[in-house]
């Protein structure tokens, strides 16, 4: 009897110590990897820890790059933030995230004629529209569904925003944002697509942007005066962007063993 408790200990030591070494780097891939294609813009980070006692999981320097066609450095960059989620919900359909904790991240919204970066990125979460498919004699192979997630605390605090209009001669100005906190995401639906948990988060950040812009009138004066013939050139387009800054993006307010990578990877379902 001993020995076959001592044998389950070491097991589960074993086990414990797989987690630690490796499913912070199977987050960091997903990350990495998975982002990207769901978000149309790069994403690296450079170390993720997990407490697989806690559940916790520590990121460390991620970066949200631009959209194609915008000239910043970058859309986002958080020097560290903190989840905590329910390791055991990897093994099952809906992931149960805790809380996501982000403090001062610094947020880059580049506004161009048409579009920002931020509602440029939304549009890329959108699901694509599915033409309609032929009838054909063999059925095809059922994907698997994507997995939900439920988040029940998000916080971003202390944050800045560096805004640039480009149809203002690139005038750029550092504005703070205020707290946005969001409670029991895809909650009463059972969880939601990571895709929409993106989204909701993001409408979140350019309404608190738009806010930003509208309380500091000063800023849009002073470009209005700068860009001079600038804006008559363009047929009034960058005073109607000043107007519609808030528009554009408000608008767009819409993985130690292959069962942990299928609980991180399933966020995104299979091709």
């Known amino acids: 009897m001993k020995k076959i408790l001592l044998i389950v200990g070491i097991v589960i030591l074993i086990l414990i ?22 978000a149309g813009v790069p994403m690296s980070v450079e170390k993720v820890r997990v407490n697989p006692l806690t559940g916790n999981v520590h ?46 991240p610094e947020i880059t919204y580049e506004k161009g004629l048409r579009s920002s970066n931020i509602s440029t990125l939304m549009d890329n979460l959108a699901p694509a529209e599915q033409p309609e498919e032929k009838v054909t004699e063999e059925p095809k ?88 013939g600038a804006v008559k050139d363009v047929g009034g387009a960058a005073t109607d962007s000043m107007k519609d800054v808030g528009g554009a993006a408000t608008d767009a307010a819409k993985s130690t063993t292959d069962a942990l990578k299928k609980g991180i990877g399933g966020l995104f379902g299979k091709e």
């Open 59 to 104: 990121v460390k320097a991620l970066i949200i790059g631009n959209p194609e066609g915008f000239k910043t450095d970058s859309l986002m960059e958080l020097g560290e933030f903190n989840l905590d989620i329910a390791l055991g919900s990897l093994f099952t359909d809906t992931i149960m995230i805790k809380q996501i904790l982000i403090d001062a």
């Open 141 to 228: 192979k059922k994907k698997a569904p994507a997995k939900k997630v439920v988040i029940e605390d998000f916080q971003l605090n202390n944050a800045k925003v560096n805004v640039t209009l480009t149809a203002l001669g690139g005038k750029k100005m550092t504005l703070p944002l205020p707290s946005i906190q969001m409670q029991d995401i895809g909650k009463g639906t059972g969880g939601t697509d990571i895709r929409e948990v993106i989204s909701e988060v993001f409408g979140s950040i350019s309404d608190a942007v738009v806010k930003a812009l509208a309380s500091s009138g000063d800023f849009a004066g002073d470009a209005l005066k700068g860009a001079g």
């Open 17 to 38: 110590v797989v987690v630690v070494l490796f499913l912070g780097q199977i987050i960091k891939a997903g990350i990495e990897t998975a982002g990207p294609k769901i």
